[in-house]
């Protein structure tokens, strides 16, 4: 079936554009999810390519060893940008909204059309196809809805959890290490480093601690609690 890969939906036959983010379609899940892993492949070596020229520039030597040639490629890995729970149900209940609309609108039609209270231009079996292309499409978008109405109830069961969870590792970290405490480990292992290749170390660091200490498997979303934790101990 028709898949939309930004909004990991399905869509009924004959259908090209996705409808809530007006995006193509492909042919169906696993195009979207082999588009997805190249995708993946290409932003972790370019990011490795960047890792590399910025340490070149500072002087330091890349792969000394199999122990840090791992470590840099846990703290580069990255499989895309991470969408919380909150931002799932939003999507995907005004998907189920939009579909449920349209179906609506199209079992109305096709009532209408049946029983003779609007009459199409159109008459035998010209007529029989298009009424039926219309029921078709009726039952798939209110079956969509249904679909997508569910996955947002089970979605939003999930989100104060999520929040949880989230608010509890960002607690246990900053209440392990500080700003200062990072930055110290840093500088004793390099000296004189720029503002930016800091910044690039901070982060990295964040990645290790989480990565080791919680064991967390999805890449994107270590990546996005990096950025909370960095906020908190740096941008205050």
């Known amino acids: 079936m028709p898949y ?19 995006g193509p379609l492909v042919e169906s899940k696993e195009v979207a999810d082999a588009m997805k892993k190249a995708e993946a492949e290409k932003r ?3 990011m490795r390519q960047k890792y590399e020229e910025l340490m070149k520039e500072a002087g330091t030597e890349t792969g000394n060893g199999e122990e840090e040639a ?4 846990k703290s580069t890995a990255s499989s895309g940008t991470y969408v919380n729970k909150e931002q799932r149900y939003e999507d995907v209940s005004s998907s189920a909204t939009a579909f449920f609309i349209v179906g609506g609108v199209l079992a109305a039609a096709s009532v209408l059309c049946f029983t003779g209270i609007v009459n199409l231009p159109m008459y ?10 219309m029921v078709v499409m009726a039952v798939g978008s209110l079956v969509i809805a249904f679909r997508s109405g569910k996955s947002a109830g089970e979605l939003k069961s999930q989100i104060a959890d999520e929040q949880k969870e989230t608010e509890e590792i960002i607690q246990w970290f900053t209440d392990s290490w500080s700003g200062d405490d990072l930055d110290a480990q840093i500088l004793s292992e390099e000296q004189g480093l720029g503002e930016e290749e800091m910044s690039l170390k901070r982060f990295e660091l964040i990645q ?10 999805d890449q994107a979303y270590v990546d996005a609690l990096c950025d909370m934790i960095y906020s908190r101990l740096y941008e205050k």
């Open 4 to 22: 939309c890969p930004k909004c990991d939906m399905e869509f009924v036959e004959g259908i090209t554009v996705c409808s809530d983010c007006g």
């Open 44 to 46: 972790e070596e370019e």
């Open 70 to 73: 791992s470590r840099k490629q």
């Open 124 to 133: 035998g079996v010209s007529k029989l196809i298009f009424q039926g292309v």
């Open 208 to 217: 290790d601690h989480l990565i080791t200490g919680r064991d967390l498997p």
